[in-house]
């Protein structure tokens, strides 16, 4: 190619990649430094299982030699699962903001950054952000039992119980 036509070429594409990111130079996502977010925000959920809104990136499918699905959900504040239970438990990793957790019949949690959660199997449960804040998780999914399996939403009155 002419090298004059490709200096050009070469002009804009740095300038729209310039205008579209402004962290051009580091290469980051320009919304993940802003939100201090380690994965994308991915995907909006919109499966009818959570109450609000809520982001998914999957980060690893469950095979025939690993059966863990994991994948980084951003809860928006007041956004939360159905109650739900998974056949082979559930791992959850709190990445960021302020979250809940509770099984049925035990008092909720709230979930920091940095808090860790195993989830037994077949116990129903549901995780989301508190009213206030987002809550950032990696849920690490048993899949060797069987899918989740989505039970009733929560209630505002569940949602809202001190405990
Ligand atoms: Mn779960």
Redesign the pocket.
């Known amino acids: 190619m002419n090298k004059l036509i490709s200096l050009a070429l070469f002009s804009v594409a740095i300038t729209t990649f310039s205008c579209n990111n402004p962290d051009a130079q580091t290469g980051a996502d320009p919304d993940n430094v802003r939100e201090g977010l380690i994965f994308p925000k991915g995907e909006k959920i919109e499966n009818g299982h959570f109450h609000g809104t809520a982001w998914l990136t999957s980060l690893v499918v469950s095979d025939s030699t690993n059966f863990n699905a994991v994948g980084s959900v951003t809860f928006e504040p007041g956004a939360r ?1 159905n109650w ?1 239970l ?1 056949p082979a438990g ?1 791992i ?1 990793l709190a990445t960021g903001g302020v979250g809940y957790y509770q099984e049925k019949g035990s008092p909720k949690r709230i979930l920091h950054k940095g808090d860790a959660v195993k ?1 037994p199997p077949n116990i129903p ?3 989301g952000a508190s009213p206030d804040q987002q809550f950032i998780q990696i ?1 690490i ?1 048993g899949r060797e039992n069987g899918p ?1 399996e989505w039970l009733q939403p929560v209630t505002d009155e569940e949602y809202d119980a001190s405990k």
């Open positions: 699962t739900h998974h559930q959850i989830c449960h549901w995780h849920a999914t989740t």
